[in-house]
């Protein structure tokens, strides 16, 4: 173990943010204080053990369990410290509040609001209201002060299990509702000193000169505000792997960083005199970090650009040491400063595939073997492309297959041709579409951008041609409805350990890999998808597809349902419209056959009263029963019961016949945002109610 360990000591650093997020993680799954109390305690008697053993193999365990124990406590403390009251119920108010940030969704036609309500102790201290554009005064920016009438609800939990959480979400950004506006907003005052919001300003003007989906792809490359772009072409990005060219991330913080440098190394490199007596690559280090700064701050702060800039940075205080730059050093001192400010970023998809597709692609490179066979040499011009061109194609192979296991886990389908797409988008993007749009900007300046907007828009189409057109090729998206989080956690391990260790042993890692993948491809998916107000009900028939119980769901229950359930929303059908079941305006019965026995399944599909005669029948012929209104007690199916009670207190339900198993949104975990403090009229405040 020692020698082993001495061999790997360079690699032993590498470990400690993941000690760390193993913390947090722990937190995450555990199910309430108790639980969290003796995992900390192991963590620390970890600690303690290897503070006894001697050698670097004991410092490992010292310092290992010593993050994990840190990294639970830090992610508690958080959680607790961010604490906000969440609105009780639902409900209509007319309400003053100043505005605290302003989201522009051009192409959805609205705006979206965050407002601290004013002298209001019957509603939380934050909302997120979406108004329609058209509503909206002119001029409202973040501290203006406006009157509303909005329809208001508590954050929402997952609709049916492994759904976006927004609750969790909302809890630690400390929004304690979320809805509506239902009239007109009124500027009640607009303070004189009020900052213009250059982000905004600048989204503004890149949309007015490029309307459309080009304009909200440009302006998400200039200031991270996807909100113009069409779901649509948005959806297209994202099946064509190329979603991570809108989140502002590296590629566009090292684009920004390292054209700066280059712009003023030239320019100060036509002084004879500067390039004499004055180091300029340092100087063009410090310009491409106040770049890499300003830029972060202009494209709202997020954590992957966040992420970014501290990498950028630490890049540039390399190369101005003279020390190697771009290792995997780098990217764990990068993903342990964004885990010490927000350890819940962890738990969300940004974080994990914007460091995982870093994290792969610098230990690709950074293999002897990789480094041999695409490393500069004297070669002609056609060998030297094609070397190039298979570096990056199989970079991007690696990053596709990286980041597949946390696609699938979090949004239920992955990507397959982005690898292939990327050849040619990232080019594109890096050195076509960014410069061309800062020089249209900069000639806005002196009224002579018109020509490069034109071009700029034309590069746009072509990357949304690539996109619409990868993105509409057969088996283009891999779909998995279920994956078992001991799956993912199995695979996240192996591929860690395949990665960073350097000997041998790492090969060790393809076992919990494979065992993961074969997990998770094993896991059935659901049958049966229930709604938590048992309003939507998704049905897998004979042939595999999905059948929804109402054809008025809207596109955003479609969508949730048709990803967990394995189907593209748009192959969702209705149950009145098959053969294989029996519908009225008010009940709808169908039988499947799974795990070799034919099951009934029977649901309401109206908020009008069956018979009570005829409902009891239904019911005790039933194998499963689902309504959004309570039941009769008579009503009594011969094995499952989805009723207004039982919803109240499960909250969404997946269900698997072959086995007859049963998933719920709701378990016995006790985080913060699961029984949160809660205002409600008359100006009181008492603890959630959980049910």
């Not at 230990?363 to 990056?392: K, Q, T």
């Not at 800062?438 to 949304?464: N, R, S, V, Y």
């Not at 000997?503 to 393809?510: D, Q």
């Not at 945002?673 to 959630?688: H, Y």
């Amino acid at each position: 173990m020692e020698r082993w360990l001495e061999a790997e000591r360079g690699q032993l650093p590498l470990w400690l943010p993941i000690a760390f997020g193993a913390g947090i993680s722990g937190w995450f799954l555990l199910d309430g204080p108790r639980q969290w109390v003796g995992f900390v305690a192991v963590a620390l008697a970890v600690a303690g053990g290897g503070a006894v053993i001697p050698g670097r193999s004991g410092r490992a365990l010292f310092m290992g369990g010593l993050l994990v124990a840190v990294g639970c406590g830090a992610i508690w403390w958080r959680a607790e410290h961010l604490a906000a009251p969440v609105l009780a119920r639902p409900q209509v108010a007319q309400f003053d509040a100043t505005v605290l940030r302003v989201e522009s969704r051009p192409a959805r036609g609205l705006v979206r609001l965050v407002l601290a309500p004013v002298r209001r102790a019957d509603l939380p201290p934050r909302l997120r209201v979406n108004v329609d554009a058209v509503v909206v005064p002119p001029g409202l920016g973040p501290g203006a002060l406006i009157s509303l009438r909005a329809r208001l609800v508590p954050p929402p939990g997952p609709s049916v299990p492994g759904a976006y959480d927004f609750r969790r979400v909302a809890w630690f950004d400390g929004i304690g509702a979320t809805g509506k506006a239902l009239d007109p907003v009124t500027l009640r005052h607009l303070p004189s000193d009020a900052a213009q919001d250059l982000r905004a300003l600048l989204s503004a003007h890149i949309e007015a000169r490029m309307p459309g989906s080009a304009g909200g792809i440009a302006s998400a490359l200039a200031t991270g505000d996807e909100g113009a772009i069409s779901e649509d072409d948005s959806e297209a990005m994202r099946r064509a792997g190329l979603a991570h060219l809108l989140s502002v991330s590296g590629l566009h913080v090292t684009a920004v960083t390292g054209a700066t440098m280059l712009l003023v190394l030239r320019l100060l490199a036509l002084s004879p005199w500067l390039a004499l007596h004055v180091r300029l690559p340092l100087v063009a280090a410090g310009a491409g970090a106040l770049a890499a700064i300003g830029y972060t701050w202009l494209t709202g702060g997020q954590v992957p650009t966040i992420r970014s800039c501290v990498a950028a940075l630490l890049v540039l205080v390399a190369l101005s040491l003279g020390r190697e730059a771009l290792t995997l050093r780098l990217v764990a001192a990068g993903a342990m400063v964004v885990l010490l400010l927000w350890p819940e970023s962890l738990a969300g998809p940004s974080f994990q595939l914007s460091f995982t597709a870093v994290a792969a692609i610098i230990a690709l490179h950074e293999s002897p073997r990789m480094r041999r066979w695409f490393e500069a040499r004297e070669e002609g011009l056609a060998r030297r492309i094609a070397r190039e061109a298979g570096s990056l194609l199989l970079t991007g192979i690696l990053v596709e297959m990286a980041l597949m296991p946390i696609g699938l886990f979090h949004f239920h389908k992955g990507g397959v041709y982005g690898a292939v797409a990327n050849i040619v988008a990232i080019p594109l993007t890096t050195f076509v579409v960014m410069p061309l749009e800062a020089i249209a900007l900069l000639g806005d300046l002196i009224g002579a951008g018109t020509p490069f907007w034109w071009l700029t828009d034309k590069a746009m189409a072509l990357l949304l041609w690539i996109a619409h057109a990868v993105a509409s090729a057969p088996g283009s998206v891999a779909a998995l409805p279920v994956m078992p989080a001991g799956a993912f956690a199995s695979m996240v391990l192996g591929g860690l350990w395949l990665g960073l260790w350097r000997t041998p042993v790492r090969i060790a890692g393809l076992v919990p890999l494979c065992i993961g993948g074969l997990w998770a491809l094993a896991t059935p998916a659901p049958d049966l998808l229930v709604t938590g107000d048992g309003r939507h009900v998704a049905l897998r028939m004979a042939d595999g597809s999905l059948a929804l119980l109402r054809d008025r769901a809207g596109d955003f229950t479609r969508q949730v349902l048709g990803e967990n359930g394995g189907v593209e929303a748009d192959a969702l059908t209705v149950l009145a419209d098959r053969s294989d079941a029996r519908c009225s305006l008010d009940l709808c019965v169908a039988e499947v056959v799974q795990g070799g026995r034919r099951w009934r399944i029977a649901a309401t599909r109206s908020v009008y009263p069956v018979a009570w005669r005829e409902l009891v029948a239904v019911c005790a012929s039933s194998d499963i029963v689902v309504s959004e209104r309570r039941l009769p007690r008579a009503c009594e199916p011969r094995w499952l019961r989805l009723d207004r009670g039982v919803l109240d207190s499960t909250g969404g339900v997946a269900v698997t016949l072959k086995g007859a198993t049963v998933r719920t949104v709701r378990t016995t975990a006790h985080q913060p945002w699961l029984d949160p403090p809660t205002v409600q009229p008359p100006f009181s405040a008492a603890k959630g109610n959980r049910r």
